[in-house]
């Protein structure tokens, strides 16, 4: 259903909530970056299956090998996913150099690299989550050598 009023409301917010994250982004680099570094989730799933996520690029390695298990639960998926792309991008913002979190004008974050190319790594998340692929290893891999 298409209604005009509520199209424009929805996609006024996605920008007001871009700008107040890029501003964000802007004040307090390190703090936004810490915010999105929690994955709570992500975390708690890990640690049941007894990994520790230590924000190497070899607990990403460690994560896709993981049964999949949250996969029969519908409702965790885009959440879990969501924690996974965050956990990527801040294991790409730690360890590749000038690396960097930047937000989309829909309020979206993405991880800029040294060559200007934009990752959506929350995108990557939850593919991964869904279906295995890319793999968190695989895409690290990428970005590190972009």
Request: with cysteine; proline share 7%; hydrophobic share 45%.
């Amino acid at each position: 259903m298409n209604i005009p009023f509520l199209d424009n409301w929805l996609n006024r917010r996605e920008a007001e909530q871009g700008e107040r994250l890029t501003l964000a982004l802007a004040d307090d680099p390190e703090g936004v970056a810490e915010l999105f570094s929690e994955c709570a989730m992500l975390r708690a799933h890990a640690r049941a299956a007894g990994l520790e996520l230590d924000g190497s690029p070899a607990s990403l390695e460690a994560l896709d090998q993981l049964m999949p298990r949250w996969r029969r639960d519908p409702e965790v998926v885009p959440w879990l996913g969501n924690d996974a792309g965050f956990y990527l991008g801040t294991v790409i913002v730690r360890t590749v150099p000038e690396a960097s979190w930047q937000v989309w004008p829909n309020g979206r974050p993405v991880i800029l690299l040294a060559s200007g190319r934009e990752l959506d790594v929350i995108d990557s998340g939850v593919s991964w989550a869904m279906t295995g692929s890319p793999e968190l290893s695989q895409a690290y891999a990428e970005a590190s050598e972009d």
